[in-house]
């Protein structure tokens, strides 16, 4: 099994202020043009009488900026990519590629998630070649080496990662059972919300068994799995764990609370955390494999849609 490309990220939880590093890329530009993208997916009959009407992609491209807007479900979205500082090792479809990603992931965690805790719409992506070795993201600004993508060309994900962090928007660590939460979390987003299905991701980076990561302090699998087996069309379990982690009103001594909470109403009510963990790490989903060659085809794809909540929505 192929082992999951590991990110040197940073998160460091501030006043409304989330930082993760991993890092780099590789950049190239384009003559300045403006254009509209109509094949841009945006929903035909999402508004109200008091929201505008979404609008499809239009861009801005220049020497070493590419902007772009769209309104998207009634939200407005903004994407800069900054190149000022980029050597030219990300190619142009690598750049392209990304900005995809962006429109197809971010408005999904912005809508699930980022909303809660007003997370920002405008969203700069800088690919320079700066001191760092993958990513970071913090405020609304997200960094990429690169090199990145010139040595790891199919590791776009990356980006879904500090995306997921950009929607945390300040979680304290002192408020956080583990700290580690803030990572597991921007993992458990970037295998679901993973680009086009994985098409990339999942043969460059799988969810570690139980065997790996062996304790919910560290085991991205674990969220997947809570969200795949309690959440429902009337009750999203994610989004309620979320909320408890941005919420910051219980220390970490005090989440046998939170999860008690999390749990009422759901199949798992009336049991601690230690026993779910047990439960979790006795099923066939916490070892069937996740790597494959086709998007969506790994074992444990195969057997159980996790990804529904996205392919679906």
Sequence with gaps: MKKKIISLSLAIAMSFLVVACQKKDDAQTSTPQTTTDDSTEVNE????????????????????????????????YSLTVDLKKCDGNTSLEQIETLESLFWQVYPKLYERFGYYSSAPTDIELLIENEDYEIACAWENKVHIHDMWLHDNPEDFDCYTHELAHLTQNG???????????????????????????????DHVWTLQTVDEEDSRETSVRFLVWLDNELSTPDHDFMYDYYVAC????????????????????????????????????KSDFAHLSTETKEPGQSELLKKYDVRKYVLHK
């Design 171 to 201: 979680w304290y660590e002192d408020y956080l059972e583990y700290d580690n939460y803030i990572e597991t979390f921007a993992d458990y987003c970037r295998y679901l919300y993973a680009y086009n299905n994985g098409e990339f991701n």
């Design 246 to 281: 941005s919420d910051a009103t219980h220390k970490k001594d005090e989440w046998d609370k939170v999860w008690t909470s999390l749990f009422k109403g759901t199949s798992m009510e009336g049991k601690t955390i230690d026993e779910v963990w047990d439960i979790y790490a």
């Design 45 to 76: 009959d999402t508004t109200t009488e008091d929201e505008e009407p979404d609008k499809p992609i239009e861009s801005t491209i220049s020497e070493d900026k590419r902007y772009h807007t769209a309104r998207i479900n009634g939200v407005d």
